[in-house]
């Protein structure tokens, strides 16, 4: 989702984690969903819209400068590695960015089919704790066949430079996006345009090299390091747009990929927010729907009347949380919320911390917020969020002004009666330092076919975004499953046959199909 955070970003503004079965604090879940909604892309008529056409295998480095792999063991069935990729592929003699790879070795060795590239989403969150845990989230009919393997993009997880911005996420974070002043409107900006500085220095010439078409050309350097002609992807929530990417770009190197919780590809930045903004409202419809009849929060009122009474009141007067943490507002409230939505496994937690918050306590909210953030037991931060805004802001800048975002205010909120005041006021790449790359026009054309896995109350990647998806491709086909959450596999065994089938024997379903 592109997970809001009231200064910077709009508050359901990241595609993090949950899509793979694991929630944003790195624990495995049931059922669980995450991570951004914009694809950097553009329409087919590149006349118009200034798009460039797909990249070849041409934007690689030349076959002899493809990195040697040192695997070493690092768990049991596991072995590590780290590929060393160039900083800027069109640039000689450039620096070089070091990614950390994972690989979860094929239970059946004799019956190995070869391996199977896997990404988390965010964007912004490494991904070889897939491949750790991966006896967690994929079937064993995967496991028996496929190498599973994980990486960190560049700038993200334990990658070399990695993307640095801020160390105290309060001051940008915990902001009320909902100003009743002159002054407070500017504090938000302020604080936008800071966060973007900070960016900037701490981060230096990386800056320039973290979008999603850079690491769709380090996959295929992955691949090419992995010695196989054809490789296999497996992509959950902006693991979706970054496959889009490789298969738009290399082709002929697709063996089979599946984009779970996929974005519409041809959707402008501001374009997505809105979408995305109706995807939270749908599926917190959900939950206050739920708790008419399992939550102790209504207390016998209307659960939506409820909600919004409480919104008045901590808009009215800043609820405590913790002691030296800041004080609840609409900012907090808003994000812990939007967390909440990416599993139903978290909505018990959010019944309870707004049923605190109404008796004036803040802290449960705030853990919730604090948990989106990845904030850990010590008070520091991951470099998720950075890295999300880093990879979003290099993809797609969006509105070019402060005026032209606040100019969506109205839509947003017409698209999110409860919850589209919460997307508003992303102000971070208006101030970005780089310019965005040149759009990529998704077909996938040459690649074969592609399996896009749709939730009907997806939150972060709405049904209708995958269905988008689904057509841009060449050879798209949707599967689409019921259910509330961000992502499908793991919570659908129809879904997960379906794609396991596809995976393992190269047969896709002919049409669209639907999974209860």
Request: net charge negative; aromatic share 8%; with cysteine.
């Amino acid at each position: 989702m592109r997970s809001r955070s009231s200064a910077v970003l709009p508050v359901a503004a990241l595609l993090l984690l949950g899509a793979c079965g694991i929630d944003r604090t790195g624990t495995i879940t049931s059922d669980s969903s995450l991570p951004r909604t914009t694809v950097a892309t553009t329409g087919t008529d590149t006349s118009s819209t200034g798009a460039i056409p797909a990249l070849g295998p041409s934007t690689t480095l030349p076959e002899r400068d493809v990195p040697v792999l040192q695997w070493s063991p690092c768990g049991e069935g596991l072995e590590c590695t780290t590929l060393v990729a160039p900083l800027d592929y069109f640039a000689t003699g450039t620096e070089s960015v070091r990614l950390p790879v994972v690989r979860h070795l094929a239970l059946k060795p004799n019956e190995r089919i070869g391996s199977l590239l896997v990404n988390p989403g965010g964007p912004g969150f490494g991904g070889t704790y897939l491949a750790r845990n991966a006896a967690t989230i994929f079937t064993e009919e995967i496991l028996d066949r496929f190498d599973v393997v994980g990486w960190d993009p560049r700038g993200t997880g334990e990658s070399v430079p990695a993307i640095d911005c801020i160390d105290n996420y309060d001051p940008y974070f915990a902001i009320d996006p909902t100003p009743d002043s002159t002054e407070e409107r500017q504090a938000i900006i302020d604080s936008a345009k800071s966060f973007a500085d900070a960016c900037a220095e701490r981060t230096g010439s990386l800056l320039s090299h973290v979008s999603t078409q850079d690491s769709a050309r380090d996959i295929d350097l992955l691949r090419r390091a992995l010695g196989e002609p054809e490789v296999s992807y497996f992509g959950f929530s902006y693991g979706s747009e970054l496959g889009a990417s490789w298969v738009t770009m290399f082709p002929d190197t697709v063996r089979a990929a599946v984009f779970d919780g996929a974005a519409d590809p041809n959707a402008s930045a501001a374009e997505a927010t809105i979408d995305q903004a109706r995807g939270f409202e749908i599926a917190f419809n959900a939950f206050l729907a739920d708790c008419a009849t399992k939550c102790s929060f209504p207390r016998g009122e209307d659960p939506g009347t409820a909600f919004d009474d409480l919104v008045a009141a901590i808009d009215a007067n800043d609820y405590p949380t913790v002691d030296s943490r800041p004080r609840l507002n609409l900012g907090i409230t808003y994000t812990a919320v939007a967390n909440a939505m990416y599993a139903t496994s978290l909505w018990p937690a959010l019944d309870a911390a707004l049923n605190e918050a109404r008796d004036g306590n803040g802290a449960a909210l705030l853990r919730l917020n604090d948990d989106y953030y990845q904030r850990r037991d010590d008070g520091t931060y991951g470099n998720e969020i950075e890295a999300f805004l880093a990879i979003s802001c290099v993809d797609d800048r969006g509105p070019a002004t402060v005026e032209e975002i606040d100019a969506y205010s109205t839509r947003l909120r017409k698209a999110a009666p409860r919850l589209g005041v919460s997307f508003e006021g992303g102000y971070a790449c208006v101030f970005w330092p780089i310019e965005s790359e040149p759009n990529l026009v998704i077909t996938g054309r040459g690649a074969g076919p592609i399996v896009v896995i749709g939730t009907t109350n997806d939150p972060a990647t709405p049904l209708e975004s995958s269905q988008k998806m689904t057509r841009s491709l060449e050879g798209g086909v949707l599967v689409k499953v019921t259910g509330n959450g961000h992502t499908g596999y793991t919570r659908s065994a129809c879904a997960q046959k379906i794609v396991n089938r596809y995976l393992i024997d190269g047969e896709p379903p002919s049409a669209e199909v639907e999974c209860g």
